[in-house]
């Protein structure tokens, strides 16, 4: 019987610690035991932050690969298919490759406890080894400095996106601890882009990065960017650039474009390869416009759109850019998992939405349920409502506004399960 990555991945998970410990010791292990694939992989761009780290990485390649480079790139976690968080020199890993690789780690790995993110890290790392490839862009999983993607001792350049409150049991409950964590990612004398931070979490990357040697290019400092009349402005000490605003939505997105323009520019790419940068990167569940599927279908003549994020500055962040889109009344369809700010993710957008409907995360064992999240919504300020499905909450919807703006949001596993039945 021939093997599957999802056979693979299952085997993988009986693996798991009981209790996750961070630490790098596990990963450590097996990338000895292959032989150190993470030493001989294409120059390294590495990313950590709170928000905006797929965004980021998602622009950064888009201008490598319009400036002629071929790119590798880690992602997690994945939406509708594993697949997704591989992508070998452009593509997305095939089936077969993806098959080898599991199975080569998980051979070599033996019976030892490993988690399902460290040793499909190294799964990645060890495919990304045999390729060619000009750049390999890496995105921190959780935290930075004991993420299993740490373990590139000379990366090209680091670049730490806006850092606040997420993940607070593994990382800290301060953003003075949780910016030490992403700092960790700081290499010696590896030059940082740094995104727009908090005082405190800046306090904390500036002086990680005086011990280390490590030259910072920061929002504010050495590079700005701005909207104006429609068009992306970005400066640094190479000059101005107008260029079109990114083909990802919101302010939010300008900042994370101008932290991708820093890379680029500081690796020496030109004007062609940033334009390329804001036109063609795409990023799925962030904001986006469905098209097609059976959701499309019972959405009639309502607007259709998903976004993934799910904490307080991603509602800030989703709110704001609500605010842009042409007047229509708008309607949230949410399912959140139980380890998240529910409340602080919903109040920004009480003011813009006019109701939620709480739906539960299929298949998720974290997920609230659809009367937990609906308690939290009335309390954050809006007009709620529970439904069993994302199907019934647009059924609902559209039966007293036909013409809304339905926005599915508030999980990124809610995210994946929309579009692995709608895309």
Same mark, same amino acid.
């Given at each position: 019987m021939t093997q599957t990555s999802d056979a693979i991945l299952?085997?993988?998970?009986?693996?798991?610690?009981?209790?996750?410990?961070?630490?790098?010791?596990?990963?450590?292990?097996?990338?000895?035991?292959?032989?150190?694939?993470e030493k001989t992989l294409p120059p390294v761009i590495h990313i950590a932050g709170t928000n905006g780290k797929g965004s980021t990485q998602a622009i950064i390649r888009a201008g490598l690969e319009g400036g002629g480079k071929?790119?590798?790139?880690?992602?997690?976690?994945?939406?509708?298919?594993?697949?997704?968080?591989?992508?070998?020199?452009?593509?997305?890993?095939?089936?077969?490759?993806?098959?080898?690789v599991l199975d080569e780690c998980y051979t070599s790995n033996g019976p030892e406890k490993i988690t399902y993110f460290e040793i499909t890290t190294v799964a990645a790392l060890l495919a990304f080894s045999r390729v060619r490839a000009d750049f390999t862009l890496l995105e921190v999983g959780l935290g930075g400095r004991l993420d299993a993607?740490?373990?590139?001792?000379?990366?090209?350049?680091?670049?730490?996106?806006?850092?606040?409150?997420?993940?607070?049991?593994?990382?800290?409950?301060?953003?003075?601890?949780?910016?030490?964590?992403?700092?960790?990612?700081?290499?010696?004398?590896?030059p940082c882009v740094v995104g727009p931070q908090p005082e405190e979490a800046? @306090?904390?990357?500036?002086?990680? &990065? =005086?011990?280390?040697? !490590?030259?910072?290019? #920061?929002?504010? $400092?050495?590079?700005? +960017?701005w909207e104006e009349r429609g068009r992306l402005v970005f400066q640094d000490e190479h000059g101005l650039m107008d260029l079109p605003l990114p083909a990802l939505l919101g302010a939010h997105q300008v900042q994370n474009a101008g932290a991708a323009l820093a890379v680029l520019r500081h690796l020496?790419? @030109?004007?062609?390869?940033?334009? &390329? =940068?804001?036109?063609? !990167?795409?990023?799925? #569940?962030?904001? $986006?416009?469905?098209? +097609?599927?059976?959701?499309?279908?019972?959405?009639?003549?309502?607007?259709?759109?998903?976004?993934?994020?799910?904490?307080?500055?991603?509602?800030?962040?989703?709110?704001?850019?609500?605010k842009t889109l042409p007047e229509r009344p708008t309607h949230l369809v949410c399912g959140m998992l139980n380890?998240?700010?529910?409340?602080?993710?919903?109040?920004?957008?009480?003011?813009?939405?006019?109701?939620?409907?709480? +739906?539960?995360?299929?298949?998720?064992?974290?997920?609230?349920?659809?009367?937990?999240?609906?308690?939290?919504?009335?309390?954050?300020?809006?007009?709620?409502?529970e439904a069993e499905t994302v199907l019934d909450a647009i059924n609902a919807v559209t039966k007293t506004d036909p013409n809304a703006r339905i926005l599915i949001c508030g999980s990124l596993y809610l995210a994946g399960a929309v579009l692995r039945e709608n895309s």
């Open positions: 299952d085997r993988m998970m009986a693996l798991h610690p009981k209790i996750i410990d961070l630490t790098l010791d596990r990963v450590w292990r097996l990338l000895a035991i292959l032989d150190h694939p071929s790119v590798h790139a880690y992602t997690s976690p994945h939406l509708a298919r594993f697949h997704e968080r591989i992508r070998l020199a452009g593509d997305l890993i095939s089936e077969e490759y993806l098959t080898q993607t740490n373990v590139v001792e000379t990366p090209e350049v680091t670049v730490i996106t806006p850092i606040s409150i997420d993940h607070e049991s593994f990382l800290g409950d301060t953003l003075t601890k949780i910016a030490t964590e992403k700092a960790g990612i700081l290499k010696r004398g590896v800046m @306090d904390v990357i500036e002086a990680q &990065a =005086a011990k280390l040697g !490590a030259p910072l290019l #920061a929002y504010g $400092q050495h590079w700005h +960017v020496g790419f @030109d004007d062609t390869a940033c334009e &390329a =940068a804001m036109t063609n !990167a795409t990023w799925p #569940a962030r904001m $986006q416009r469905l098209k +097609v599927g059976p959701l499309i279908d019972a959405a009639g003549s309502a607007e259709l759109w998903l976004d993934g994020g799910h904490n307080p500055a991603a509602g800030t962040a989703l709110a704001a850019l609500l380890t998240k700010d529910v409340v602080g993710y919903m109040k920004p957008l009480a003011g813009v939405a006019t109701s939620l409907y709480a +739906v539960p995360i299929p298949d998720e064992q974290a997920t609230l349920s659809a009367q937990q999240t609906a308690i939290a919504a009335t309390e954050a300020g809006f007009q709620a409502f």
